[in-house]
């Protein structure tokens, strides 16, 4: 897989990659709305986002930005909804989001041509970047009710009968487990939206409508050469759609089942190769947005996901996790507290399975719910020297280097060495990730007194590039200034040619050569067989950390 990858990136030819879930697995996604990101002569436009109009972002803008985003190590972008939407302003404004599709067979021009989206995915595929769509295949949206079935929407959707009937789901019908088994019926056959802006509910128990989807789908990764899909409103059509559809999409898909049980979103990573990690996501604001916050109960909700999701494979390869996004108020809007924003900001990089950061964050965005949490980014002037950019390039940093020493990394569980309600000591050798919700005025002393590190290693916490020294023990005695996250990594494992804690790192960043699997490097053996066989026979239950003041 990755020979196919480097060929098409030295050709520069616009290969449909068929990108699996493997190929996903090492890499980070930066999210964005495209109408928000950058506009295609780099001008920076007023965009009020209470507004909700479009603002002017084009896939031409996004091309303009790749430095940006990869200079953050991010290797691939999820972009908003591609295709045609309703035109002209609604009571909840424009359309500039995506959301809500008109017709799934054209573009949206107020992003560009066919040809500009395919200039976004060449110029990505020349980065050895990756291309994730969000689409939308549950509905249709409308600006009155009922639709004008026949005028508003083109072939096979142009009839009433391509639609379930009108019925509006409401929250009882969300099934929310162990004690309420709601109706998932409705949920997948009633219609989200409501008057103003009708979802209107495809019949996807139709098979031609079925079909159809199957077909869109295969023709869009060919014609864009797409490497991925987020499918917006994921539970909202029966689970057993999605077999066929993502093996028609023939590339790496997550679904967003919004929902805050592991109960009710596990079965979905069945049906579909990734999940959007909801259920984490709860307990992670919620823990980290101020010292009373409970992480127990994040720790709690990972521990449930490594046991029941997946088709009884491990969890890591099946779920993408994430702070922020465009449906939830950003995390900066609800504390100030630069320490608990940048533990929190920490998770999605040392949790199981691929990161996801919502544009934005890295510039210190405080945005409220919907649309307030749709900032145009150009108004940040994309500048590189912010706190959080750089802290976005030390987590991805981190996440590539103990990969490089440790070919198994990105399959292997996250362990809780020690956790409690305020903090959490998390391993995957060779990263050990040391959080705490104390917040700025804290300066947490942590003990973890058998961290699996060789006797006397030299460790960087990239979060503030110093040094720390592993014990005879291998065990890791250190401060956590202002109540900052610790995210550390061997220094033989952090590229020294890199653009993080270059000082301190001593590796070349390919553990001592990555392609061809060679384990002779001492970060090698050190992370990879000393933790893997620490961990096998000891048990993690052997760990003792201990958290002093
Ligand atoms: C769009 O509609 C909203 C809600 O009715 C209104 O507040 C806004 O002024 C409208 N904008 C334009 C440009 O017409
Ligand atoms: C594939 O999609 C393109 C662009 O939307 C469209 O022009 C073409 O007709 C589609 N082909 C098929 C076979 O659906
Ligand atoms: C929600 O839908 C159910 C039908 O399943 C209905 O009985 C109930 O009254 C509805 N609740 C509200 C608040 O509309
Ligand atoms: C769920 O909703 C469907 C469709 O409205 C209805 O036929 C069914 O009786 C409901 N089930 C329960 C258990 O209420
Ligand atoms: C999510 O679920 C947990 C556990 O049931 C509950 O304590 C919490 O309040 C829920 N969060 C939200 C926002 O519903
Ligand atoms: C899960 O396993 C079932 C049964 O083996 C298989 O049919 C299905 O394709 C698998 N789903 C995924 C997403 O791998
Ligand atoms: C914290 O979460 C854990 C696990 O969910 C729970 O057992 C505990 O009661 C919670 N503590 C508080 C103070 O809510
Ligand atoms: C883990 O990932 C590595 C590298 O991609 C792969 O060689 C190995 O087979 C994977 N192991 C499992 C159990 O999936
Ligand atoms: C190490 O950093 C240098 C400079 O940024 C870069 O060219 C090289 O590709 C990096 N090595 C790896 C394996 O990422
Ligand atoms: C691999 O690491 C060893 C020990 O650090 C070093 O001597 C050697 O030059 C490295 N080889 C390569 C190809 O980087
Ligand atoms: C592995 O590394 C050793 C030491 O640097 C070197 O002699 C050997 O050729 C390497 N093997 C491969 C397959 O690259």
Not at 229 to 239: G, S, V
Not at 366 to 371: I, R, V
């Amino acid at each position: 897989m990755r020979a196919v990858t480097l060929v098409s990136t030295l050709l520069a030819v616009p290969a449909a990659f068929a990108a699996t879930a493997s190929d996903w697995q090492g890499r980070s996604i930066y999210q964005f709305i495209t109408d928000r990101f950058a506009t295609s002569d780099g001008s920076s436009p007023p965009c009020d986002t209470s507004q909700g109009q479009y603002c002017g972002g084009t896939w031409q803008g996004a091309i303009s930005k790749l430095d940006y985003i990869q200079n953050m190590g991010f290797d691939a972008i999820w972009i908003s909804p591609v295709v045609k939407n309703l035109e002209g302003n609604t009571s909840y404004g424009e359309a500039f989001h995506g959301y809500w599709t008109q017709d799934p067979t054209q573009l949206n021009s107020h992003f560009g041509s066919a040809s500009d989206l395919n200039a976004l995915s060449d110029a990505l595929h020349k980065r050895g970047m990756y291309l994730m769509v969000d689409i939308v295949i549950n509905h249709l949206a409308a600006p009155t009710n009922p639709p004008q079935y026949t005028s508003l929407y083109s072939a096979p959707f142009n009839t009433e009968s391509s639609f379930h009937t009108e019925c509006w789901i409401n929250a009882t019908d969300y099934p929310t487990p162990p004690w309420n088994p709601g109706n998932q019926t409705r949920v997948e056959q009633c219609w989200l939206g409501d008057t103003n802006v009708p979802l209107a509910d495809i019949n996807t128990e139709d098979p031609n409508l079925v079909q159809f989807w199957y077909n869109w789908v295969a023709n869009m990764t060919k014609t864009y050469s797409v490497d991925g899909y987020r499918i917006d409103t994921a539970k909202h059509i029966r689970q057993d759609f999605w077999t066929e559809f993502q093996a028609s999409a023939g590339v790496w898909c997550v679904g967003e089942v919004l929902a805050n049980q592991t109960e009710y979103v596990g079965p979905y990573t069945k049906f579909l190769p990734a999940v959007l990690d909801y259920p984490t996501w709860y307990p992670l604001v919620s823990g980290f947005m101020n010292p009373q916050g409970n992480l127990s109960a994040l720790v709690d909700t990972v521990q449930q996901t490594q046991s029941t999701y997946g088709n009884g494979s491990y969890s890591g390869s099946v779920i993408a996790s994430f702070l922020e996004n465009q449906d939830q108020p950003r995390f900066g809007g609800q504390t100030s507290d630069q320490a608990l924003i940048k533990n929190a900001m920490a998770w999605p990089f040392v949790q199981d399975g691929i990161p996801i950061m919502y544009y934005g964050q890295e510039q210190g965005y405080t945005g409220g719910a919907d649309p307030a949490n749709r900032e145009a980014l150009w108004l940040s002037g994309y500048e590189t020297d912010k706190p959080l950019v750089q802290h976005a390039q030390a987590l991805n940093a981190a996440r590539k280097a103990a990969a490089s020493a440790n070919s198994n990394f990105y399959n292997t569980s996250l362990k809780f060495i020690e956790s409690s309600a305020s903090q959490i000591v998390a391993s995957k050798p060779p990263l050990l990730a040391l959080l705490t919700n104390q917040g700025s005025s804290s300066s947490p002393q942590w003990t973890v007194s058998s961290a699996g590190y060789q006797p006397n290693e030299d460790l960087v916490d990239v979060v503030s590039c110093t040094k720390v020294t592993a014990d005879s023990n291998g065990g890791v005695s250190a401060t956590a200034q202002g109540g900052n996250p610790m995210v550390l990594v061997p220094a033989s494992a952090l590229n020294k040619s890199g653009s993080v804690c270059q000082s301190l790192a001593t590796g070349s960043g390919n553990g001592n050569s990555t392609s061809s699997g060679n384990q002779s490097s001492s970060a090698k053996i050190s992370a990879g067989l000393h933790w893997t066989s620490i961990i096998a026979t000891i048990g993690a239950a052997a760990f003792i950390a201990k958290l002093v003041a």
